[in-house]
């Protein structure tokens, strides 16, 4: 079984910048695209960014283009989120997902496997 593990969460004043790391066990990690996504409370848990296992692709949410920066690193099974500017609206739990195929995703329901999240919190 695949295990998703998120870190490097805090709290931070606005403007700020935070990188987030999420490394996913089994051999195959190069093989699958890795998405984030944020849920603040009482909201859905919405898409951020998305990246294909050759890292040559990605997606963002137009809220973050310019400010986050999604990458990968597949000799250390790890996908990272570089959160620049962040704002008091990017307070949310981030979580990483994988998807079973190569190619970038917006959309929640094609990622299988899910961390538990990590906690962003941009004061104001």
């Known amino acids: 079984q695949v295990q998703v593990v998120e870190s490097g969460g805090g709290l931070v004043q606005a403007g700020d910048s935070l990188r987030l790391s999420c490394t996913a066990s089994g051999r195959a990690f190069g093989a699958y695209a890795m998405g984030w996504f944020r849920q603040a409370p009482g909201k859905e848990r919405d898409f951020v960014a998305s990246i294909s296992w050759t890292g040559d692709n990605t997606v963002y949410t137009d809220s973050v283009k310019g400010r986050f920066t999604i990458s990968r690193d597949n000799a250390k099974n790890t996908v990272y989120l570089q959160m620049n500017s962040l704002k008091p609206e990017d307070t949310a739990v981030y979580y990483c997902?994988?998807?079973?195929?190569?190619?970038?995703?917006?959309?929640?329901?094609?990622?299988?496997?899910w961390g538990q999240g990590t906690q962003v919190t941009v004061s104001s």
């Open positions: 997902a994988r998807r079973l195929t190569g190619h970038t995703s917006v959309y929640r329901v094609e990622y299988a496997d």
